[in-house]
Protein backbone atom coordinates (compact mmCIF):
# COMPACT_ATOMS: atom_id res chain seq x y z
CA UNK A 1 0.00 0.00 0.00
CA UNK A 2 1.71 3.47 -1.02
CA UNK A 3 0.38 6.31 0.84
CA UNK A 4 1.07 10.23 0.49
CA UNK A 5 1.94 10.36 4.28
CA UNK A 6 3.03 14.57 3.88
CA UNK A 7 -0.26 15.32 1.92
CA UNK A 8 -2.46 13.25 5.03
CA UNK A 9 -0.04 15.31 7.27
CA UNK A 10 -1.51 18.43 5.99
CA UNK A 11 -5.07 17.33 5.46
CA UNK A 12 -5.09 16.98 8.71
CA UNK A 13 -3.59 20.16 9.94
CA UNK A 14 -5.97 21.77 8.48
CA UNK A 15 -8.75 19.70 10.20
CA UNK A 16 -7.12 20.36 13.33
CA UNK A 17 -6.59 24.52 13.55
CA UNK A 18 -10.88 24.19 12.54
CA UNK A 19 -11.28 22.08 15.23
CA UNK A 20 -9.31 24.69 17.45
CA UNK A 21 -11.66 27.65 16.20
CA UNK A 22 -14.81 25.01 17.78
CA UNK A 23 -12.53 24.15 21.12
CA UNK A 24 -12.23 28.06 21.24
CA UNK A 25 -16.28 28.54 21.33
CA UNK A 26 -16.87 26.02 23.36
CA UNK A 27 -14.71 25.74 25.99
CA UNK A 28 -12.17 28.71 25.32
CA UNK A 29 -11.99 31.37 28.28
CA UNK A 30 -15.17 33.08 27.47
CA UNK A 31 -17.50 30.38 26.56
CA UNK A 32 -20.48 29.49 28.20
CA UNK A 33 -21.14 25.89 27.70
CA UNK A 34 -23.15 22.94 29.02
CA UNK A 35 -23.32 19.50 28.56
CA UNK A 36 -25.23 17.72 29.27
CA UNK A 37 -24.61 13.71 29.98
CA UNK A 38 -26.95 12.14 27.16
CA UNK A 39 -25.97 8.58 26.88
CA UNK A 40 -28.15 5.53 27.83
CA UNK A 41 -27.88 6.06 31.27
CA UNK A 42 -28.58 10.15 31.31
CA UNK A 43 -31.91 9.40 29.11
CA UNK A 44 -33.60 6.99 31.25
CA UNK A 45 -33.00 9.09 33.88
CA UNK A 46 -34.63 12.24 31.88
CA UNK A 47 -31.33 13.58 30.68
CA UNK A 48 -32.67 14.83 26.98
CA UNK A 49 -35.57 17.35 29.10
CA UNK A 50 -32.94 18.61 30.80
CA UNK A 51 -31.27 19.61 28.24
CA UNK A 52 -33.93 21.16 26.34
CA UNK A 53 -35.03 23.02 29.40
CA UNK A 54 -30.69 24.69 29.46
CA UNK A 55 -31.91 25.67 25.89
CA UNK A 56 -35.20 27.63 26.63
CA UNK A 57 -33.45 29.00 29.20
CA UNK A 58 -30.36 30.31 27.43
CA UNK A 59 -31.99 33.64 26.31
CA UNK A 60 -31.64 34.93 29.77
CA UNK A 61 -28.03 35.58 29.30
CA UNK A 62 -26.43 37.91 27.38
CA UNK A 63 -23.68 35.64 26.39
CA UNK A 64 -24.49 32.39 23.76
CA UNK A 65 -25.00 29.35 25.87
CA UNK A 66 -23.42 26.20 23.93
CA UNK A 67 -25.82 23.35 24.94
CA UNK A 68 -24.22 19.92 24.08
CA UNK A 69 -25.87 16.72 24.35
CA UNK A 70 -22.23 14.89 25.48
CA UNK A 71 -21.94 10.71 27.06
CA UNK A 72 -21.95 8.75 29.60
CA UNK A 73 -19.25 10.46 32.47
CA UNK A 74 -19.14 7.60 34.42
CA UNK A 75 -21.39 8.21 37.11
CA UNK A 76 -24.53 6.43 36.39
CA UNK A 77 -25.58 6.85 39.74
CA UNK A 78 -25.80 10.76 39.53
CA UNK A 79 -27.60 10.85 36.32
CA UNK A 80 -29.08 12.94 35.21
CA UNK A 81 -25.27 15.14 35.03
CA UNK A 82 -24.05 18.02 33.63
CA UNK A 83 -20.69 20.13 33.96
CA UNK A 84 -21.17 23.68 33.78
CA UNK A 85 -18.14 26.04 32.10
CA UNK A 86 -18.44 29.61 32.36
CA UNK A 87 -15.67 32.13 32.40
CA UNK A 88 -13.73 32.48 35.40
CA UNK A 89 -15.20 29.18 37.09
CA UNK A 90 -13.44 25.68 36.47
CA UNK A 91 -16.01 23.39 34.68
CA UNK A 92 -18.81 22.32 37.37
CA UNK A 93 -20.58 19.11 37.99
CA UNK A 94 -24.33 19.04 38.97
CA UNK A 95 -26.02 16.16 39.34
CA UNK A 96 -29.43 14.23 40.00
CA UNK A 97 -30.69 17.52 38.02
CA UNK A 98 -34.39 18.02 36.56
CA UNK A 99 -35.71 20.91 34.24
CA UNK A 100 -36.75 23.17 37.03
CA UNK A 101 -32.92 22.63 38.12
CA UNK A 102 -31.96 23.25 34.91
CA UNK A 103 -33.56 26.39 34.52
CA UNK A 104 -32.52 27.23 38.13
CA UNK A 105 -28.72 27.15 36.92
CA UNK A 106 -28.99 29.27 33.99
CA UNK A 107 -31.00 32.06 35.98
CA UNK A 108 -28.97 31.67 39.10
CA UNK A 109 -25.25 30.33 38.49
CA UNK A 110 -25.07 31.79 34.26
CA UNK A 111 -26.79 35.20 34.81
CA UNK A 112 -26.00 35.98 38.53
CA UNK A 113 -22.92 34.01 39.12
CA UNK A 114 -24.39 32.06 42.64
CA UNK A 115 -22.98 28.27 41.98
CA UNK A 116 -25.64 26.82 44.19
CA UNK A 117 -23.37 24.72 46.61
CA UNK A 118 -26.28 22.35 46.86
CA UNK A 119 -26.40 20.93 43.56
CA UNK A 120 -23.05 19.78 43.65
CA UNK A 121 -21.81 15.95 42.47
CA UNK A 122 -19.33 15.61 45.53
CA UNK A 123 -20.04 18.83 47.57
CA UNK A 124 -19.12 18.31 51.26
CA UNK A 125 -20.77 19.37 53.95
CA UNK A 126 -19.52 22.84 54.71
CA UNK A 127 -19.57 23.25 50.50
CA UNK A 128 -16.07 24.40 50.92
CA UNK A 129 -14.63 23.17 47.64
CA UNK A 130 -15.47 23.63 44.05
CA UNK A 131 -15.66 19.85 42.76
CA UNK A 132 -14.99 20.32 39.38
CA UNK A 133 -14.74 16.79 37.34
CA UNK A 134 -11.28 16.10 38.17
CA UNK A 135 -11.63 16.90 41.82
CA UNK A 136 -14.29 14.01 42.43
CA UNK A 137 -12.69 11.22 44.80
CA UNK A 138 -13.80 9.02 41.94
CA UNK A 139 -11.07 10.39 39.32
CA UNK A 140 -7.86 10.60 42.05
CA UNK A 141 -7.51 6.53 41.60
CA UNK A 142 -9.20 6.13 38.14
CA UNK A 143 -6.29 6.65 34.63
CA UNK A 144 -9.25 7.39 31.99
CA UNK A 145 -7.77 6.35 28.69
CA UNK A 146 -10.82 5.58 27.10
CA UNK A 147 -12.97 7.06 29.09
CA UNK A 148 -10.88 10.32 28.34
CA UNK A 149 -13.16 11.79 25.89
CA UNK A 150 -16.86 9.98 26.98
CA UNK A 151 -19.19 12.82 28.30
CA UNK A 152 -16.67 15.54 27.03
CA UNK A 153 -18.04 16.30 23.48
CA UNK A 154 -21.16 15.69 21.47
CA UNK A 155 -20.21 12.19 19.88
CA UNK A 156 -21.65 12.93 16.56
CA UNK A 157 -19.56 15.85 16.07
CA UNK A 158 -16.25 15.28 14.38
CA UNK A 159 -14.49 18.39 14.80
CA UNK A 160 -15.00 18.49 18.80
CA UNK A 161 -13.80 15.16 18.40
CA UNK A 162 -10.54 16.23 16.75
CA UNK A 163 -10.19 19.24 18.97
CA UNK A 164 -9.77 16.68 21.92
CA UNK A 165 -7.46 14.93 20.33
CA UNK A 166 -9.44 12.32 17.92
CA UNK A 167 -7.61 11.33 15.40
CA UNK A 168 -4.15 12.06 15.86
CA UNK A 169 -3.40 8.40 16.19
CA UNK A 170 -4.38 7.68 12.37
CA UNK A 171 -1.87 10.39 11.05
CA UNK A 172 0.96 8.80 13.11
CA UNK A 173 -0.34 5.15 11.66
CA UNK A 174 -0.51 6.72 8.20
CA UNK A 175 3.12 7.93 8.92
CA UNK A 176 4.51 4.82 10.06
CA UNK A 177 3.08 2.02 7.93
CA UNK A 178 2.13 -1.32 8.67
CA UNK A 179 5.38 -2.76 9.73
CA UNK A 180 5.57 -0.11 12.39
CA UNK A 181 2.16 -0.12 13.65
CA UNK A 182 2.73 -3.67 14.49
CA UNK A 183 5.76 -3.13 16.31
CA UNK A 184 4.60 -0.51 18.27
CA UNK A 185 1.09 -2.70 19.11
CA UNK A 186 3.39 -5.16 20.31
CA UNK A 187 5.40 -2.64 22.54
CA UNK A 188 2.37 -1.19 24.09
CA UNK A 189 1.55 -5.04 25.17
CA UNK A 190 -2.41 -4.35 24.50
CA UNK A 191 -4.31 -7.04 25.10
CA UNK A 192 -7.57 -8.10 23.86
CA UNK A 193 -10.01 -5.98 26.28
CA UNK A 194 -13.15 -8.75 25.14
CA UNK A 195 -11.68 -11.50 27.94
CA UNK A 196 -9.42 -13.24 25.88
CA UNK A 197 -6.39 -11.21 26.67
CA UNK A 198 -4.71 -12.45 23.22
CA UNK A 199 -2.34 -10.27 22.23
CA UNK A 200 -3.35 -7.30 20.02
CA UNK A 201 -0.31 -7.70 17.57
CA UNK A 202 -0.51 -11.14 16.56
CA UNK A 203 -3.80 -11.09 15.47
CA UNK A 204 -2.46 -7.94 12.66
CA UNK A 205 0.92 -9.70 12.33
CA UNK A 206 -0.44 -13.19 11.11
CA UNK A 207 -3.30 -11.50 9.14
CA UNK A 208 -0.85 -9.35 7.01
CA UNK A 209 1.34 -12.45 6.77
CA UNK A 210 -1.35 -14.24 4.48
CA UNK A 211 -1.15 -14.20 0.25
CA UNK A 212 -5.02 -13.27 -0.21
CA UNK A 213 -5.44 -9.32 -0.99
CA UNK A 214 -8.65 -8.94 0.50
CA UNK A 215 -8.90 -8.95 4.08
CA UNK A 216 -11.41 -7.93 6.74
CA UNK A 217 -11.49 -6.02 10.21
CA UNK A 218 -14.37 -6.27 12.41
CA UNK A 219 -15.10 -4.38 15.38
CA UNK A 220 -16.74 -6.82 18.22
CA UNK A 221 -19.51 -5.16 19.84
CA UNK A 222 -21.89 -7.75 20.50
CA UNK A 223 -21.85 -7.17 24.10
CA UNK A 224 -24.40 -9.67 25.98
CA UNK A 225 -23.08 -10.05 29.42
CA UNK A 226 -25.98 -9.15 32.49
CA UNK A 227 -24.73 -6.46 34.09
CA UNK A 228 -22.17 -4.82 31.49
CA UNK A 229 -22.45 -1.58 29.36
CA UNK A 230 -18.77 -0.82 28.96
CA UNK A 231 -18.82 -1.39 24.97
CA UNK A 232 -22.01 0.27 24.92
CA UNK A 233 -20.91 3.33 26.20
CA UNK A 234 -17.65 4.05 24.52
CA UNK A 235 -20.08 3.94 21.07
CA UNK A 236 -22.23 6.54 22.59
CA UNK A 237 -19.68 8.86 24.07
CA UNK A 238 -16.69 8.73 21.45
CA UNK A 239 -17.22 6.52 18.45
CA UNK A 240 -14.74 8.45 16.97
CA UNK A 241 -11.93 6.33 18.75
CA UNK A 242 -13.85 3.27 17.49
CA UNK A 243 -13.36 4.36 13.60
CA UNK A 244 -9.87 5.47 14.30
CA UNK A 245 -9.02 2.42 16.01
CA UNK A 246 -10.75 0.35 12.78
CA UNK A 247 -8.46 2.90 10.45
CA UNK A 248 -5.37 2.45 12.10
CA UNK A 249 -5.78 -1.76 12.04
CA UNK A 250 -6.88 -1.22 8.92
CA UNK A 251 -3.60 0.35 7.72
CA UNK A 252 -1.61 -2.44 9.50
CA UNK A 253 -3.53 -5.25 7.86
CA UNK A 254 -3.75 -3.59 4.21
CA UNK A 255 -7.27 -3.23 4.90
CA UNK A 256 -10.17 -1.50 2.93
CA UNK A 257 -13.01 -2.41 4.59
CA UNK A 258 -14.18 -2.93 8.16
CA UNK A 259 -17.34 -3.38 10.07
CA UNK A 260 -18.66 -3.30 13.34
CA UNK A 261 -20.99 -5.56 14.73
CA UNK A 262 -23.37 -4.33 17.13
CA UNK A 263 -26.52 -5.51 18.54
CA UNK A 264 -29.88 -4.08 17.80
CA UNK A 265 -30.40 -3.81 21.16
CA UNK A 266 -28.38 -0.93 21.60
CA UNK A 267 -30.88 1.34 19.30
CA UNK A 268 -28.86 4.87 20.53
CA UNK A 269 -24.77 2.84 19.68
CA UNK A 270 -26.26 2.65 16.39
CA UNK A 271 -27.14 5.94 15.75
CA UNK A 272 -24.32 7.53 16.95
CA UNK A 273 -21.93 5.11 15.09
CA UNK A 274 -24.11 6.30 11.86
CA UNK A 275 -23.91 9.74 12.51
CA UNK A 276 -19.99 9.65 13.76
CA UNK A 277 -19.16 7.77 10.15
CA UNK A 278 -21.34 10.41 8.10
CA UNK A 279 -19.35 12.71 9.96
CA UNK A 280 -15.63 11.12 9.41
CA UNK A 281 -16.92 11.06 5.30
CA UNK A 282 -17.43 14.59 5.35
CA UNK A 283 -13.80 15.54 7.11
CA UNK A 284 -12.43 12.76 5.05
CA UNK A 285 -11.46 10.34 7.38
CA UNK A 286 -13.52 7.75 5.78
CA UNK A 287 -13.56 6.69 2.19
CA UNK A 288 -11.44 6.55 -1.32
CA UNK A 289 -9.06 8.79 -0.70
CA UNK A 290 -8.61 9.21 3.17
CA UNK A 291 -7.01 13.15 3.48
CA UNK A 292 -5.61 12.90 0.45
CA UNK A 293 -2.99 9.94 1.63
CA UNK A 294 -3.93 7.21 -1.12
CA UNK A 295 -5.62 5.35 1.92
CA UNK A 296 -8.95 3.62 0.77
CA UNK A 297 -11.03 1.98 3.91
CA UNK A 298 -14.85 2.79 5.03
CA UNK A 299 -17.00 0.95 7.64
CA UNK A 300 -20.51 -0.43 7.65
CA UNK A 301 -22.63 -1.00 10.85
CA UNK A 302 -24.39 -4.74 11.04
CA UNK A 303 -27.01 -5.30 13.54
CA UNK A 304 -27.08 -8.95 15.10
CA UNK A 305 -30.30 -10.29 16.65
CA UNK A 306 -28.75 -10.50 20.37
CA UNK A 307 -27.41 -14.10 20.73
CA UNK A 308 -24.72 -14.38 23.17
CA UNK A 309 -22.80 -16.70 21.76
CA UNK A 310 -22.53 -14.06 18.41
CA UNK A 311 -19.71 -12.70 20.62
CA UNK A 312 -17.90 -15.74 19.59
CA UNK A 313 -15.51 -14.63 16.54
CA UNK A 314 -16.40 -17.42 14.32
CA UNK A 315 -20.22 -17.47 15.74
CA UNK A 316 -19.72 -13.71 14.54
CA UNK A 317 -18.67 -14.45 11.38
CA UNK A 318 -21.27 -16.56 10.63
CA UNK A 319 -23.59 -14.39 11.64
CA UNK A 320 -23.03 -11.63 9.50
CA UNK A 321 -22.52 -14.20 6.53
CA UNK A 322 -26.08 -15.23 6.87
CA UNK A 323 -25.88 -18.30 8.51
CA UNK A 324 -27.07 -19.83 12.27
CA UNK A 325 -24.52 -18.20 14.73
CA UNK A 326 -22.55 -21.14 15.73
CA UNK A 327 -18.41 -21.64 16.48
CA UNK A 328 -16.62 -23.54 14.51
CA UNK A 329 -13.13 -25.17 15.43
CA UNK A 330 -9.80 -23.40 14.92
CA UNK A 331 -7.63 -23.52 13.56
CA UNK A 332 -7.90 -22.22 11.12
CA UNK A 333 -8.22 -18.83 13.14
CA UNK A 334 -10.08 -16.00 11.67
CA UNK A 335 -6.51 -13.88 10.76
CA UNK A 336 -6.55 -16.79 8.24
CA UNK A 337 -9.60 -17.92 7.50
CA UNK A 338 -12.43 -15.73 8.48
CA UNK A 339 -15.17 -13.27 7.11
CA UNK A 340 -16.06 -15.33 3.66
CA UNK A 341 -12.71 -16.94 3.80
CA UNK A 342 -10.99 -14.21 3.44
CA UNK A 343 -8.07 -13.06 6.44
CA UNK A 344 -9.88 -11.04 8.94
CA UNK A 345 -9.28 -9.24 12.42
CA UNK A 346 -11.80 -9.35 14.92
CA UNK A 347 -10.94 -7.40 17.67
CA UNK A 348 -13.26 -5.75 20.83
CA UNK A 349 -14.71 -2.26 21.52
CA UNK A 350 -12.15 -1.80 24.05
CA UNK A 351 -9.40 -2.91 22.00
CA UNK A 352 -9.85 -0.93 18.75
CA UNK A 353 -10.51 2.53 20.99
CA UNK A 354 -6.94 1.86 22.71
CA UNK A 355 -5.31 1.91 19.56
CA UNK A 356 -5.51 5.88 18.59
CA UNK A 357 -3.95 6.99 22.15
CA UNK A 358 -0.99 4.50 21.72
CA UNK A 359 0.19 5.93 18.63
CA UNK A 360 -0.32 9.33 19.68
CA UNK A 361 1.19 9.34 22.87
CA UNK A 362 3.60 6.12 21.96
CA UNK A 363 4.07 2.66 23.26
CA UNK A 364 5.74 3.30 26.68
CA UNK A 365 2.60 5.58 27.84
CA UNK A 366 0.56 2.63 27.78
CA UNK A 367 3.11 0.14 28.33
CA UNK A 368 3.87 1.96 32.01
CA UNK A 369 0.23 1.30 33.30
CA UNK A 370 -0.78 -2.07 34.55
CA UNK A 371 1.47 -5.31 35.39
CA UNK A 372 4.37 -6.51 33.39
CA UNK A 373 2.07 -8.94 32.02
CA UNK A 374 -1.49 -6.99 31.77
CA UNK A 375 -0.56 -3.26 30.06
CA UNK A 376 -3.08 0.07 30.37
CA UNK A 377 -6.09 0.32 31.90
CA UNK A 378 -9.31 -1.80 32.68
CA UNK A 379 -12.70 -0.38 32.18
CA UNK A 380 -15.49 -2.15 34.59
CA UNK A 381 -18.98 -1.46 34.80
CA UNK A 382 -19.54 -1.36 38.69
CA UNK A 383 -23.51 -3.38 39.20
CA UNK A 384 -25.08 -4.69 41.49
CA UNK A 385 -25.01 -4.09 45.29
CA UNK A 386 -22.93 -1.12 45.63
CA UNK A 387 -23.58 2.46 46.20
CA UNK A 388 -21.90 4.21 43.49
CA UNK A 389 -22.61 1.96 40.27
CA UNK A 390 -21.21 3.32 36.77
CA UNK A 391 -18.51 3.08 34.26
CA UNK A 392 -14.55 2.96 35.70
CA UNK A 393 -11.51 3.00 34.35
CA UNK A 394 -8.44 1.82 36.53
CA UNK A 395 -4.69 0.45 35.72
CA UNK A 396 -4.44 -3.29 35.33
CA UNK A 397 -3.16 -4.57 39.16
CA UNK A 398 -5.77 -2.13 41.09
CA UNK A 399 -7.30 -4.81 43.58
CA UNK A 400 -10.73 -6.15 43.66
CA UNK A 401 -10.79 -3.96 47.12
CA UNK A 402 -10.00 -0.57 45.83
CA UNK A 403 -12.87 -0.80 42.79
CA UNK A 404 -15.33 -1.87 44.96
CA UNK A 405 -14.73 0.28 48.31
CA UNK A 406 -12.48 3.17 47.36
CA UNK A 407 -13.85 3.48 44.12
CA UNK A 408 -17.26 2.20 44.03
CA UNK A 409 -18.29 3.53 47.41
CA UNK A 410 -19.21 -0.04 49.22
CA UNK A 411 -21.83 -1.45 50.04
CA UNK A 412 -25.04 0.37 50.59
CA UNK A 413 -27.10 0.29 53.38
CA UNK A 414 -25.00 -0.92 55.50
CA UNK A 415 -24.92 -4.66 54.62
CA UNK A 416 -22.03 -6.90 54.63
CA UNK A 417 -19.66 -8.03 51.58
CA UNK A 418 -20.04 -11.23 50.33
CA UNK A 419 -18.71 -11.80 47.21
CA UNK A 420 -18.37 -10.20 43.69
CA UNK A 421 -18.97 -11.87 40.43
CA UNK A 422 -16.31 -10.61 37.54
CA UNK A 423 -16.37 -11.98 34.13
CA UNK A 424 -19.83 -11.92 33.06
CA UNK A 425 -22.17 -14.69 33.27
CA UNK A 426 -19.44 -17.03 32.24
CA UNK A 427 -17.34 -15.46 35.40
CA UNK A 428 -16.31 -16.77 39.03
CA UNK A 429 -17.77 -15.62 42.16
CA UNK A 430 -15.26 -14.37 44.80
CA UNK A 431 -15.31 -13.73 48.10
CA UNK A 432 -14.36 -11.20 50.74
CA UNK A 433 -11.38 -12.92 51.37
CA UNK A 434 -9.82 -12.67 47.68
CA UNK A 435 -10.85 -8.83 47.66
CA UNK A 436 -7.06 -8.32 47.64
CA UNK A 437 -6.74 -10.03 44.55
CA UNK A 438 -4.77 -7.69 41.63
CA UNK A 439 -7.27 -7.52 38.35
CA UNK A 440 -5.30 -8.76 35.58
CA UNK A 441 -5.77 -11.41 32.90
CA UNK A 442 -3.41 -13.67 34.87
CA UNK A 443 -4.44 -13.09 38.66
CA UNK A 444 -8.19 -13.49 38.03
CA UNK A 445 -7.96 -16.58 36.38
CA UNK A 446 -5.80 -18.09 38.64
CA UNK A 447 -8.32 -17.09 41.72
CA UNK A 448 -10.98 -19.11 39.15
CA UNK A 449 -12.56 -16.39 37.50
CA UNK A 450 -12.02 -14.28 34.65
CA UNK A 451 -11.14 -10.82 33.42
CA UNK A 452 -13.99 -11.21 30.65
CA UNK A 453 -15.19 -8.18 28.75
CA UNK A 454 -15.49 -5.56 32.26
CA UNK A 455 -18.44 -6.82 33.66
CA UNK A 456 -18.22 -6.69 37.80
CA UNK A 457 -21.54 -7.51 39.76
CA UNK A 458 -21.11 -7.01 43.50
CA UNK A 459 -23.57 -9.44 45.78
CA UNK A 460 -24.18 -8.43 49.61
CA UNK A 461 -25.21 -10.91 52.76
CA UNK A 462 -28.91 -11.31 51.30
CA UNK A 463 -27.21 -12.95 47.93
CA UNK A 464 -27.92 -16.10 47.70
CA UNK A 465 -25.14 -17.94 46.26
CA UNK A 466 -27.06 -21.01 44.79
CA UNK A 467 -29.39 -18.83 43.46
CA UNK A 468 -26.69 -16.59 42.05
CA UNK A 469 -25.18 -19.52 40.33
CA UNK A 470 -28.52 -20.46 38.95
CA UNK A 471 -29.34 -17.46 37.39
CA UNK A 472 -25.90 -17.15 35.81
CA UNK A 473 -26.15 -20.79 34.30
CA UNK A 474 -29.58 -20.18 33.39
CA UNK A 475 -28.26 -17.50 31.00
CA UNK A 476 -25.86 -19.30 29.61
CA UNK A 477 -27.69 -22.52 28.74
CA UNK A 478 -30.54 -20.22 27.52
CA UNK A 479 -27.83 -18.54 25.07
CA UNK A 480 -26.15 -22.38 24.04
CA UNK A 481 -26.49 -22.57 20.42
CA UNK A 482 -26.32 -26.44 21.04
CA UNK A 483 -23.88 -27.86 18.73
CA UNK A 484 -21.86 -29.08 20.86
CA UNK A 485 -22.86 -31.94 23.15
CA UNK A 486 -21.51 -31.08 26.47
CA UNK A 487 -22.89 -27.53 26.67
CA UNK A 488 -26.73 -28.13 25.00
CA UNK A 489 -26.67 -31.44 27.78
CA UNK A 490 -24.23 -30.51 30.15
CA UNK A 491 -25.06 -27.68 30.94
CA UNK A 492 -28.88 -28.61 31.24
CA UNK A 493 -28.53 -31.14 33.05
CA UNK A 494 -25.95 -29.22 35.71
CA UNK A 495 -29.14 -26.34 35.79
CA UNK A 496 -31.73 -29.39 36.84
CA UNK A 497 -29.12 -30.08 39.62
CA UNK A 498 -29.33 -26.60 40.93
CA UNK A 499 -33.36 -26.66 41.16
CA UNK A 500 -33.26 -29.60 42.62
CA UNK A 501 -30.82 -28.26 45.26
CA UNK A 502 -32.94 -24.66 45.32
CA UNK A 503 -36.20 -26.42 45.63
CA UNK A 504 -35.02 -28.65 48.91
CA UNK A 505 -35.52 -31.87 46.69
CA UNK A 506 -31.16 -32.74 46.34
CA UNK A 507 -29.31 -34.99 48.39
CA UNK A 508 -25.32 -34.34 49.01
CA UNK A 509 -24.21 -36.78 46.52
CA UNK A 510 -26.37 -34.29 44.18
CA UNK A 511 -22.65 -32.19 44.57
CA UNK A 512 -20.40 -34.44 43.26
CA UNK A 513 -22.31 -35.05 40.33
CA UNK A 514 -22.75 -31.41 39.68
CA UNK A 515 -18.95 -30.58 39.84
CA UNK A 516 -18.25 -33.80 37.72
CA UNK A 517 -20.96 -32.08 35.10
CA UNK A 518 -19.31 -28.78 35.47
CA UNK A 519 -15.81 -30.01 34.80
CA UNK A 520 -16.89 -32.33 32.05
CA UNK A 521 -18.22 -29.68 30.38
CA UNK A 522 -15.85 -27.34 30.83
CA UNK A 523 -13.14 -30.07 29.38
CA UNK A 524 -15.58 -31.12 26.54
CA UNK A 525 -16.89 -27.95 24.81
CA UNK A 526 -16.32 -26.24 21.62
CA UNK A 527 -15.97 -22.39 22.64
CA UNK A 528 -15.39 -20.53 25.43
CA UNK A 529 -18.88 -20.02 26.05
CA UNK A 530 -19.19 -23.87 26.88
CA UNK A 531 -15.96 -23.77 28.78
CA UNK A 532 -16.30 -20.79 31.15
CA UNK A 533 -20.37 -21.65 31.76
CA UNK A 534 -19.22 -23.60 34.76
CA UNK A 535 -17.45 -20.91 36.33
CA UNK A 536 -20.37 -19.58 38.36
CA UNK A 537 -21.38 -22.97 39.63
CA UNK A 538 -17.90 -24.31 40.63
CA UNK A 539 -16.45 -21.15 42.21
CA UNK A 540 -19.46 -21.00 44.68
CA UNK A 541 -19.06 -24.75 44.94
CA UNK A 542 -15.57 -23.90 45.94
CA UNK A 543 -16.23 -20.93 48.33
CA UNK A 544 -19.76 -21.13 49.69
CA UNK A 545 -20.03 -24.96 49.53
CA UNK A 546 -21.92 -24.55 53.60
CA UNK A 547 -25.11 -22.38 51.94
CA UNK A 548 -25.28 -25.81 49.34
CA UNK A 549 -25.16 -27.97 52.40
CA UNK A 550 -27.55 -25.63 53.76
CA UNK A 551 -30.28 -26.04 51.32
CA UNK A 552 -30.07 -29.59 51.06
CA UNK A 553 -29.17 -31.14 54.81
CA UNK A 554 -31.49 -28.12 56.52
CA UNK A 555 -33.56 -27.89 53.70
CA UNK A 556 -32.79 -24.06 54.49
CA UNK A 557 -31.76 -20.86 52.05
CA UNK A 558 -29.28 -19.06 54.59
CA UNK A 559 -29.92 -15.75 52.74
CA UNK A 560 -34.13 -16.71 52.20
CA UNK A 561 -33.93 -16.09 48.98
CA UNK A 562 -35.05 -19.68 47.33
CA UNK A 563 -39.06 -19.38 47.65
CA UNK A 564 -39.10 -23.26 47.89
CA UNK A 565 -37.25 -23.01 51.31
CA UNK A 566 -38.96 -19.69 52.40
CA UNK A 567 -42.36 -19.02 54.09
CA UNK A 568 -44.08 -15.02 54.53
CA UNK A 569 -45.40 -14.08 57.73
CA UNK A 570 -47.28 -10.97 58.84
CA UNK A 571 -46.26 -9.48 62.33
CA UNK A 572 -49.06 -8.90 64.11
CA UNK A 573 -47.52 -6.40 66.39
CA UNK A 574 -46.71 -4.42 63.34
CA UNK A 575 -49.83 -4.77 61.27
CA UNK A 576 -51.80 -1.63 60.85
CA UNK A 577 -55.53 -2.10 61.03
CA UNK A 578 -57.08 -1.12 58.37
CA UNK A 579 -54.52 -0.90 55.77
CA UNK A 580 -54.86 -3.29 53.15
CA UNK A 581 -52.24 -2.82 50.53
CA UNK A 582 -50.93 -6.63 51.01
CA UNK A 583 -54.81 -8.05 50.73
CA UNK A 584 -54.31 -5.92 46.71
CA UNK A 585 -51.12 -7.35 45.93
CA UNK A 586 -51.90 -10.94 46.54
CA UNK A 587 -52.77 -12.96 43.36
CA UNK A 588 -54.31 -16.15 45.29
CA UNK A 589 -55.81 -14.53 48.12
CA UNK A 590 -53.89 -15.95 50.61
CA UNK A 591 -54.12 -12.92 52.83
CA UNK A 592 -56.68 -12.53 55.35
CA UNK A 593 -57.96 -10.69 58.53
CA UNK A 594 -58.58 -11.95 61.68
CA UNK A 595 -60.66 -11.74 64.29
CA UNK A 596 -58.36 -8.64 65.36
CA UNK A 597 -58.95 -6.85 62.38
CA UNK A 598 -54.99 -7.66 61.34
CA UNK A 599 -53.68 -9.26 58.26
CA UNK A 600 -52.19 -13.23 58.53
CA UNK A 601 -51.10 -15.61 55.50
CA UNK A 602 -52.92 -18.69 55.00
CA UNK A 603 -49.72 -20.89 54.37
CA UNK A 604 -51.62 -23.65 51.95
CA UNK A 605 -52.40 -20.84 49.18
CA UNK A 606 -49.24 -18.77 49.51
CA UNK A 607 -47.07 -19.15 46.31
CA UNK A 608 -44.36 -16.92 47.68
CA UNK A 609 -44.40 -14.41 44.85
CA UNK A 610 -42.79 -11.24 46.91
CA UNK A 611 -45.81 -9.15 46.50
CA UNK A 612 -46.97 -8.65 49.78
CA UNK A 613 -43.35 -7.59 50.45
CA UNK A 614 -43.15 -5.05 48.36
CA UNK A 615 -46.71 -3.91 48.91
CA UNK A 616 -46.36 -3.35 52.63
CA UNK A 617 -45.69 0.37 53.00
CA UNK A 618 -42.48 0.66 54.58
CA UNK A 619 -43.14 2.45 58.03
CA UNK A 620 -44.71 -0.38 59.05
CA UNK A 621 -42.85 -3.23 57.68
CA UNK A 622 -44.97 -6.03 58.61
CA UNK A 623 -43.82 -8.44 56.39
CA UNK A 624 -40.80 -11.11 57.05
CA UNK A 625 -39.66 -13.94 54.96
CA UNK A 626 -38.08 -17.11 57.28
CA UNK A 627 -37.03 -20.36 56.32
CA UNK A 628 -40.11 -23.10 57.14
CA UNK A 629 -38.07 -24.92 59.04
CA UNK A 630 -37.55 -22.59 61.25
CA UNK A 631 -40.28 -22.00 64.09
CA UNK A 632 -43.30 -20.40 63.31
CA UNK A 633 -44.19 -17.34 65.56
CA UNK A 634 -46.46 -17.79 67.98
CA UNK A 635 -49.02 -15.93 67.35
CA UNK A 636 -49.16 -17.03 63.91
CA UNK A 637 -53.10 -17.27 63.43
CA UNK A 638 -54.74 -19.91 61.85
CA UNK A 639 -57.30 -19.96 59.01
CA UNK A 640 -59.79 -20.45 61.20
CA UNK A 641 -59.45 -17.19 62.71
CA UNK A 642 -60.71 -15.25 59.63
CA UNK A 643 -62.72 -12.50 60.62
CA UNK A 644 -66.32 -13.76 60.28
CA UNK A 645 -65.62 -17.57 60.66
Not at 29 to 50: F, K, N, P, W
Not at 186 to 210: D, H, I, N, P, V
Not at 312 to 340: D, K, M, V, W
Not at 579 to 593: H, K, L, M, R
Amino acid sequence: MDLNPIAARSAFEKLVANAAVVREKLWGDHAYTVMVGCATCGRSAGALAVAESFRRASGKIDAVLNVLEVGCMGHCYAEPMAVIKRPDYPPMVYHHLNPIMAKNLVERFLVEGDPLLEFFLGATENNDMLPTMMDLPRYGKEVRKLLKKCGMYDPADVMQSIALGGYAGLIEAIEMGPVRIIQVVKESGLRGMGGAGFEAWRKFETCRAQAEEERYIICNADEGDPGAFMDRTLLESDPHAVIEGLLIGALAISSNRGLIYVRAEYPLAVEMLHRAMDAARKAGLLGENILGSGFRFDVEVFEGAGAFVCGEETALIASIEGRRGEPRIRPPFTAQHGLYGKPTVLNNVKSLASLGSILSEGADVFANIGTPKSKGTGLFALAGKIVNPGLVEVPMGTTLRELVFAIGGGIPAGKKFKAVQIGGPSGGCLPEEYLDTSIDFDELKRAGAMMGSGGLVVLDEDNCMVDTAKFFLEFTQEESCGKCTFCRIGTRHMLDLLEKITQGNAGISDLDRLKELAEDVQRGSLCNLGKTAPNPVLTTLRFFEAEYEAHILEKRCPSKVCNALSAYFILPEKCARGCDACVGSCPPEAIYTTRKRIKAIDQSLCIKCDSCVGACPKEYNAVIKISPVDKLPPAEPRPEDRKGV
